[in-house]
């Protein structure tokens, strides 16, 4: 029997959080969506998950350690090696999308204002197989 898909989401804002959960509940109520609060929450749930999650969703403006370090050390420490990280933000900043390829997410997803919007963005996302395109995804 194959398993329900889960994703981590990293995120601090609270909104988001509902926000987010609300719209994969929509368009695919079998996923599971951990929440983490901040960058060493993450670390931490992905150290102690006995299955890695398939998706990790990544905010850069998160407490304890930032985005970017959070991904730097997953992908440094080789935690979850098969496991699509992809940024979720508010940023537009080249600079940023930039780093964070280069720190191994496989996209950059700018978050939405609208649930339309969200909606086609994470059926998307969740139709990708990541493991086999091998190209930076930005949303």
Known sequence: M????RILLIEDDLDDQMFFKWALTLIA????CIIAKNGV?????IMTMKVPPDFVF????????????????IR????I???PVIIFSTSRNEVDI?????????GFFHKPKEIKVLLLL????????????GIFFEF
Do not use: Q, T, W
């Open 2 to 5: 194959e398993r329900n898909r």
């Open 29 to 32: 109520p079998s996923v599971e």
């Open 41 to 45: 929450e993450g670390i931490n749930k």
């Open 58 to 73: 990544l905010d850069l403006n998160i407490p304890m350690i930032n985005g970017f370090d959070c991904l730097r050390h």
């Open 76 to 79: 440094d420490n080789n935690l």
């Open 81 to 83: 090696p098969d496991v």
């Open 98 to 106: 930039a780093k964070a390829k280069e720190l191994g997410a496989v």
């Open 122 to 133: 994470l059926s998307d996302i969740l139709s990708v197989d990541f493991k086999k395109s």
